[in-house]
């Protein structure tokens, strides 16, 4: 049971080493695209449990940005019709 433990560190850090060699001009669009929708799809980990609240927190930021972008934008469209009838 030893062997499994040192196996995975030994590949953890070569993976860290090889991801510490790579340039930025060479990051796979496609490749880290692909995984994250694998990790939204596969319902049944950890990870998709303990990142469950950043997903939600999100959700949450995406509508409410989205709504003060709404009210703001009516806001101006209001105030541009109330000088623009002043005038």
């Given amino acids: 049971m030893s062997e499994a433990p040192a196996a995975t560190a030994a590949a953890a850090t070569a993976a860290a080493a090889a991801v ?3 340039p ?25 449990v303990l990142t469950e609240h950043l997903r939600m927190s999100g959700v949450y ?7 003060a972008s709404e009210a703001r934008s009516a806001t101006l469209n209001h105030t541009t019709l109330t000088l ?4």
């Fill in 20 to 22: 510490g060699h790579m």
């Fill in 61 to 67: 930021w995406g509508l409410t940005g989205a709504g």
């Fill in 84 to 87: 623009k009838h002043q005038l």
């Fill in 24 to 48: 930025a001009s060479e990051l796979s669009v496609d490749l880290h695209a692909g995984f994250v929708k694998r990790q939204s799809e596969d319902t049944d980990t950890i990870e998709y």
